[in-house]
């Protein structure tokens, strides 16, 4: 098996990981993790959404924390943008790219956006065309690939459908997405052909929850496929408002461990992204949601 020799990660903690938090957490300890992030490596930091504050409270202060950091050449800072609202209040921010986040399931597309998947597409679609033009990158998050907390399990020829009118508005990559994190290697890997019907392998990530125990082995999966383009979140922080019991995203440290184990690079350091989710967690008060991180910080207290 032919493996890529690189990837690239996309650190989601201090926005996927961080926006389902029920206790509020400062916008100067949000701008601390992402500087520690960038200090371990990260060349991709997932920071922020422009959502309703009545829908995601947490997000609330994504001016303040755009604001407050200090940008490092060479990372690339993204951000949630789901209408014209949001990327007009995005725009003072300066973000290096912009998501927008539809659904393979209906129902999902409903709890989550409050339209239908094509509503959403038209809602995407100037705000797509509008960061084009001012030279901002736009990726399309994909959830509900594998399976919708309402609807149960998702046919691959949902994601193909989604990925086309993705593909149809100008959105550059896409993020194959299982939400509640119930995908088996084959299922994903069935939902990432289906998004390789229109976008190629440089432009397609995978986006695993953890809640069953699986992600690592769909990155596996995602990984014999040739993708190279991973989302994971510090600490395995994180849980969507709207996928209820959902955990976090596979922690980032876990997936370094795995990658590095098989000789893939990720210009990442280990320790420092240990330090970083010790840091978060330190703040949340409780351990990593990382095997990895655990084990490293019980050996380093010997
Ligand atoms: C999308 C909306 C806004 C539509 O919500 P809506 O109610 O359909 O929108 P609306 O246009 O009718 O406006 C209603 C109110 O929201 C305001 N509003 C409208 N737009 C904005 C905006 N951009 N920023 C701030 N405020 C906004 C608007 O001004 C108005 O305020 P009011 O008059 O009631 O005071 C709403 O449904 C929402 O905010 N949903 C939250 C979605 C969200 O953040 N979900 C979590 C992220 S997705 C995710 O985690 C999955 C992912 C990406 O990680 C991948 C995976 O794992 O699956």
Redesign the pocket.
Known sequence: MKYPDHVRIID?GPR?GL?NEKQPVPAEIKVELVHQLQAAGLREIEVT????????PQ?ADNHDVMAGITRQPGVRYSV????L??WE?AVPDKPDEI?V?G?ASEAFSQK????SIAESIERFAPVVEAALAAGVAVRG?M??TVGCPYEGEVAPGRVAYLAALMKGIGVERV?V?D?IGVGTPLKVQRAIEAALQHYDIDHVSG?F?DTYGQALSNTLAALELGVWNFQSSVAGLGG????KGATGNVATEDLVYLLHGMGIATGIDLDALVDAGAFISGHLGRKPQSRVAVALLNKRAG
């Open positions: 989601v996927d926006q959404s422009y959502v309703s504050p009545k829908w995601v997000m949630l943008t789901p209408n609202k949001g209040a998501v986040f659904a989550n956006i409050n339209c998050a959830s509900c993020d997405a939400t986006h929850h969507c408002p709207y996928a």
